[in-house]
């Protein structure tokens, strides 16, 4: 499922932000330790650690952070060579203190910026999102967007469709060990993207207790949507036995519109539940 923001591969901002950080900071560090073991000038190797609290600010508060890092860096930078100034004046160290000051500002400013860019890149991809990180299936916001798609167009034209439903609890996968939990979820969204007609979505969300796949088949009836349902979730507990998951507490359920409208509207709230956990920043916007 997704989270907000998403980073590339489906990781969470935050998460790609503490490896930046991590990768970052080695590098940095890495830096002034060639630089100590090689004895350069204490002085300068104190001066490329002051680019760290320079990354941290630009990378948790943008610009703002980076500027402010950037002048706090340049001050403790002349703050330490205030006896070397004193003592062969200010001009032999001038252009070494401008060149300073504009790095760290330059360094502060330019990654404040490229990480304000790569957050608001990240946050409208994830704004748009309909892919479910765990299966590839579609996940609890397309289901939503679905949903109201489906019953305007059968409205209008008069036509129906149907929604069929599966959940399996998350006990299910208890057994397995992260990767495989991985593995099988994966392996379960490839067999039902191959097994429906075009025509037809699939959806996956996980509510923290429970997995719920969702299958939207446009122009079916009561009778089609529940010989599918029974299909699907004769495939569902198939795939799980073996992978020797749980197959206790599968249950499924199918609804067609306009029928049972009351039905659908009831599940697009419990999916806009969690489309809502998994996306706060739209969080107040009311179901229709």
């Known amino acids: 499922m997704s989270s907000a923001p998403t980073a590339i591969g489906g990781m969470p901002y935050p998460v790609a932000r503490r490896l930046l950080l991590a990768g970052g900071l080695l590098v940095l560090l890495v830096t002034a330790g060639v630089m100590y073991a090689r004895r350069v000038d204490t002085v300068e190797v104190v001066a490329v650690l002051l680019f760290i609290p320079v990354f941290l600010a630009f990378t948790y508060w943008r610009i703002v952070g980076g500027l402010v890092g950037g002048v706090l860096a340049s001050l403790v930078y002349l703050f330490l060579r205030l006896d070397a100034i004193d003592q062969v004046g200010l001009n032999v160290f001038r252009g070494h203190l401008l060149s300073r000051t504009i790095a760290y500002l330059s360094f502060g400013l330019l990654g404040g910026w490229?990480?304000?860019?790569?957050?608001?890149?990240?946050?409208?991809?994830?704004?748009?999102?309909?892919?479910?990180?765990?299966?590839?299936l579609f996940n609890a916001r397309f289901l939503v967007q679905d949903i109201d798609l489906e019953r305007a167009r059968s409205t209008r034209y008069q036509t129906l469709f149907s929604l069929v439903l599966v959940d399996v609890p998350g006990t299910?996968?208890?057994?397995?060990?992260?990767?495989?939990?991985?593995?099988?979820?994966?392996?379960?969204?490839?067999?039902?993207?191959?097994?429906?007609?075009?025509?037809?979505?699939?959806?996956?969300?996980?509510?923290?207790?429970?997995?719920?796949?969702?299958?939207?088949?446009?122009?079916?009836?009561?009778?089609?949507?529940?010989?599918?349902?029974?299909?699907l979730v004769d495939w569902v507990t198939d795939y799980l036995r073996q992978r020797n998951a749980a197959t206790d507490g599968v249950s499924h359920d199918a609804h067609t519109f306009p029928d049972e409208e009351a039905a659908i509207t009831s599940v697009r709230e419990e999916f806009f539940a969690v489309e809502q956990a998994e996306h706060p920043e739209t969080a107040g916007e009311a179901p229709a």
Do not use: C, N, W
């Open 114 to 136: 490229a990480a304000s860019q790569v957050e608001d890149s990240l946050s409208k991809l994830d704004l748009y999102d309909q892919i479910d990180d765990a299966t590839g």
């Open 172 to 231: 299910a996968f208890g057994a397995m060990s992260r990767r495989q939990r991985a593995a099988a979820l994966k392996g379960l969204g490839k067999i039902l993207r191959e097994s429906v007609r075009t025509v037809d979505r699939v959806v996956h969300s996980f509510d923290g207790t429970r997995h719920r796949l969702a299958v939207v088949l446009p122009e079916t009836g009561r009778e089609g949507a529940a010989i599918f349902a029974t299909r």
